[in-house]
């Protein structure tokens, strides 16, 4: 594919893909291009792929200026990272929104026992003003259709 000298922002904008570890927009054209080739690491920005990441630093929109540290390690398909005997090194959802992100802080762990859901039926109203409501909504209803 042969490069253009002028590229249009909002084309490329619309265009881009996130690097799948820091989340740098990737135009189209070079995912393209590293498909072609049979590059092995395509979905990562040029950043990524060349220097091993420490920390990632970046605003994000509700959190704020955070500070991410990638897995150096083994990653599943998912990209979640993996320990040395294959399972997963701290099991969690990442508030981040990197998967292989080890920061504590935004490690949202699961618990593994669900707490109990109270399945009683409380009534708060009485039975007979419930009846008298409920009349009273079909009253108005057909008030509101018949106008």
């Known amino acids: 594919m042969p490069r253009k000298k002028t590229v249009d922002e909002q084309e490329l904008r619309a265009t881009d893909y996130a690097c799948y570890q820091c989340g740098q927009g990737i135009p189209a054209t070079t995912i393209e291009k590293r ?13 990524c792929v060349r220097v091993e990441t420490r920390c990632i630093t970046y605003i994000h929109p509700v959190l704020g200026k955070i500070f991410c540290y990638p897995h150096k390690g083994e990653l599943d398909e998912l990209w979640r990272p993996l320990d040395d005997t294959g399972g997963l090194f701290r099991p969690g959802e990442r508030v981040c929104g990197h998967q292989d992100c ?11 026992t669900p707490k109990p859901v109270n399945r009683e039926v409380k ?24 106008a």
């Open 102 to 112: 080890v920061n504590v802080r935004h490690i949202k762990k699961h618990t593994a």
């Open 123 to 146: 009534t708060v109203v009485d039975p007979e003003e419930l009846k008298l409501a409920l009349l009273e909504a079909k009253k108005y209803d057909r008030k509101k259709v018949g």
């Open 35 to 47: 498909k072609s080739r049979g590059d092995e690491n395509w979905q990562l920005c040029a950043d």
